[in-house]
C-alpha cells in the first residue's frame, strides 16, 4: 500500500505525542483536545497500515517503527517550516508591523490566542495594539492611519471594509440573593432593581439603551461606572444589577446569577480597515488570521 494522504497536521500530532508522553498533554501543546490527537494519530496509522504508538495506563509510546517515523515526520516538518519561510520572505512577510486599535475587551479576551498563532508563523511581524474604549475612537485611528486595523462594534460606515468575528451577549448580573420566577427575565422583574451600567457616552452603553428604549421601557439607572469590575463587584455587593457584555464582564464570579435580557441583545464585533488604503501583506496575514477565527 502506497500512503496518499498523510497530513502534516498528523505528523505534527505524532510529534507532540513523543514529546510529551502522553496524548492530553500533546494536546495542550498544540492547543487541540485530546480526542483531536488521538483520531489524528488514529487516521495516521490507519493510513499508513502500522501501530506507531502504545497506548496505556502509564501514558503513550512509540513503538519501534513509530519512532523510525518520528524521524522523518521532524524532517517533513522542518521542510514545510523553511519553505514557508521562503514563500513569507518572498510576499513581505519577514518583517513589518501590524498596528491594532481594539476594545479592551476584545483585546483581552479575542486577540491573545489569535497572536499567538500568528507569531508562530510570522515571528518576524511586529502586532501593536491600541486599546480604546469608544467606537469612534477605534474609527478615527483606523481612519487616520495611526492603526491598520480596527476590532470594534458593527456596522461602520461606507468608508471601511469589515467583517464580522463573533457575536456577544449582554448579559444582566445580578446578586446572589436575589429570587426570580423563571428561568426567565422579565421586564418589570429587570426594573425593579437599580441598575448598574457603562457611562452614557460609552459605545455598549448606547447600544443597551437603544435597545430597551426600542421596547418602550426605561431603565433605573441608579450608578453609572466606568470599570466593568467595579460594575461586577457592585453587583455582587447586591448594590443593583450590572448589565454589561459578556467578554466585558470576565472574569465572572459563580456567585452571581447571570440573566439574559428580556429581549435578547448581542454586540456584533468586527474587524474593519480602510478601504483606500495600501496594506501590507503583513496587514493581509493578520486578517486572515482573524477571519478564521
Request: some cysteine.
Amino acid at each position: 500500500m502506497t500512503p496518499t494522504n498523510v497530513k502534516l497536521s498528523q505528523l505534527r500530532m505524532l510529534v507532540a505525542v513523543a514529546e510529551n508522553g502522553n496524548f492530553g498533554k500533546a494536546g495542550l501543546s498544540l492547543d487541540l483536545s485530546q480526542s483531536s490527537i488521538s483520531h489524528g494519530v488514529a487516521a495516521l496509522e490507519e493510513e499508513l497500515g502500522v501501530v506507531l504508538v502504545k497506548r496505556g495506563r502509564h501514558g503513550a509510546h512509540l513503538t519501534p517503527v513509530g519512532e523510525e517515523i518520528l524521524d522523518y515526520a521532524r524532517q517533513m516538518l522542518d521542510l514545510s517550516e523553511a519553505i514557508a519561510k521562503t514563500a513569507n520572505t518572498a510576499r513581505g512577510l519577514d518583517g513589518g508591523v501590524v498596528q491594532i486599535a481594539s476594545f479592551r475587551s476584545f483585546a483581552t479576551h479575542v486577540l491573545p490566542p489569535i497572536l499567538v498563532r500568528f507569531q508562530e508563523r510570522y515571528p518576524n511581524v511586529k502586532v501593536s495594539i491600541t486599546e480604546l474604549s469608544m467606537q469612534q475612537a477605534v474609527e478615527g485611528y483606523v481612519r487616520t492611519g495611526a492603526a491598520d486595523i480596527g476590532l470594534l462594534h458593527l456596522p461602520v460606515d461606507q468608508t471601511f471594509d469589515s467583517w464580522e468575528f463573533l457575536r456577544d451577549e449582554y448579559l444582566v448580573f445580578m446578586p446572589p440573593n436575589v429570587s426570580l420566577s423563571s428561568d426567565s427575565l422579565t421586564w418589570d422583574e429587570l426594573l425593579q432593581y437599580p441598575i448598574i451600567m457603562p457611562p452614557d457616552d460609552d459605545s455598549c452603553s448606547k447600544i443597551v439603551r437603544e435597545h430597551v428604549a426600542k421596547h418602550n421601557q426605561t431603565l433605573n439607572v441608579a450608578y453609572e461606572i466606568k470599570e466593568s469590575s467595579t460594575a461586577i463587584s457592585m453587583a455582587l455587593q447586591g448594590l443593583g444589577v450590572a448589565i454589561l457584555a459578556n467578554l466585558v464582564a470576565q472574569p465572572i464570579p459563580k456567585e452571581l446569577k447571570v440573566c439574559s435580557l428580556p429581549v435578547k441583545l448581542e454586540r456584533l464585533a468586527g474587524c474593519a480597515v480602510r478601504k483606500d488604503a495600501l496594506h501590507s501583506p503583513a496587514v493581509y496575514a493578520f486578517l486572515d488570521a482573524l477571519k478564521q477565527t
